[in-house]
T-cell receptor
Framework: RKEVEQDPGPFNVPEGATVAFNCTYSNSASQSFFWYRQDCRKEPKLLMSVYSSGNEDGRFTAQLNRASQYISLLIRDSKLSDSATYLCVVNLLNSGYSTLTFGKGTMLLVSP | EPEVTQTPSHQVTQMGQEVILRCVPISNHLYFYWYRQILGQKVEFLVSFYNNEISEKSEIFDDQFSVERPDGSNFTLKIRSTKLEDSAMYFC????????????FGQGTRLTVV
C-alpha cells in the first residue's frame, strides 16, 4: 500500500473554479501534515500546514481527518498562477526526528 | 528572506565517477536533509542529519552515499560511484526543529549520469 496516495490528475479547470485535492496516508503514527506546491522543475514549497481543526489561508482551505487518515485541500476562485503540482506531505517522527513522506502529487492546470 | 542554496544547479557526470553535491542550509537551522526526485516521480527521502550525525536514512541511502558537514555552513552529499539510475534532482532541506516545523528546500541540483 502506498504511504501517501493522491488523486492522479491532472486537473484542468477554468479560472475562477473551485478545485479539491484528496490525499490518504497509510501510517496512523504520522504526526503532522502539509500541502506543498511544486512548480515544474522547481523545489517543493510549503503551501500550508494541515490541522485537525481545519485551517484556511485566503483562498486555500485544508482539512485533516485522522480517523480516516484523509487530508484535503480546497482552492477557491482559482487563478492562472495556481497552476502547479500539489504535494500531500506527511511527517512521521522516528525517535524524535522527522521524515517527510511525499505523495506523487496532483497537477493542476488553470486555463483562461 | 533566508534560503537554502545548492550548487551546482546541474551536474553531468560519467557512470562510475564520484560526485559531491553541496548545500548551504539556513544559518540557524539544526536539522538537514537530502531528498531526491527522479523525473516524473515523487520526492523521496534519503537522509536526515542532526548534531553531526545521521539521524535517519532510507533504503535508497546505501553505502554509495555519504553526507558530511565539513564546516559550520556547508552540508554535502557524496555519491561514490554513480550509476545511471542516480540521475535525478537532489534537494537539500533544512529546518529549525526535528518535529512539526516546516522544512525549507533548496532549488535542487539536477544530476545527470551518462
Amino acid at each position: 500500500r502506498k504511504e501517501v496516495e493522491q488523486d492522479p490528475g491532472p486537473f484542468n479547470v477554468p479560472e475562477g473554479a473551485t478545485v479539491a485535492f484528496n490525499c490518504t496516508y497509510s501510517n496512523s503514527a504520522s504526526q503532522s501534515f502539509f500541502w506543498y506546491r511544486q512548480d515544474c522543475r522547481k523545489e517543493p514549497k510549503l503551501l500550508m500546514s494541515v490541522y485537525s481543526s481545519g485551517n484556511e489561508d485566503g483562498r486555500f482551505t485544508a482539512q485533516l481527518n485522522r480517523a480516516s487518515q484523509y487530508i484535503s485541500l480546497l482552492i477557491r476562485d482559482s487563478k492562472l498562477s495556481d497552476s502547479a503540482t500539489y504535494l500531500c506531505v506527511v511527517n512521521l517522527l522516528n525517535s524524535g526526528y522527522s521524515t517527510l513522506t511525499f505523495g506523487k502529487g496532483t497537477m493542476l492546470l488553470v486555463s483562461p | 528572506e533566508p534560503e537554502v542554496t545548492q550548487t551546482p544547479s546541474h551536474q553531468v557526470t560519467q557512470m562510475g565517477q564520484e560526485v559531491i553535491l553541496r548545500c548551504v542550509p539556513i544559518s540557524n537551522h539544526l536539522y538537514f536533509y537530502w531528498y531526491r526526485q527522479i523525473l516524473g516521480q515523487k520526492v523521496e527521502f534519503l537522509v536526515s542529519f542532526y548534531n553531526n550525525e545521521i539521524s535517519e536514512k532510507s533504503e535508497i541511502f546505501d553505502d554509495q552515499f555519504s553526507v558530511e558537514r565539513p564546516d559550520g555552513s556547508n552540508f554535502t552529499l557524496k555519491i561514490r560511484s554513480t550509476k545511471l539510475e542516480d540521475s535525478a534532482m537532489y534537494f537539500c532541506a533544512s529546518s529549525d526543529s526535528g518535529r512539526d516545523t516546516e522544512a525549507f528546500f533548496g532549488q535542487g541540483t539536477r544530476l545527470t549520469v551518462v
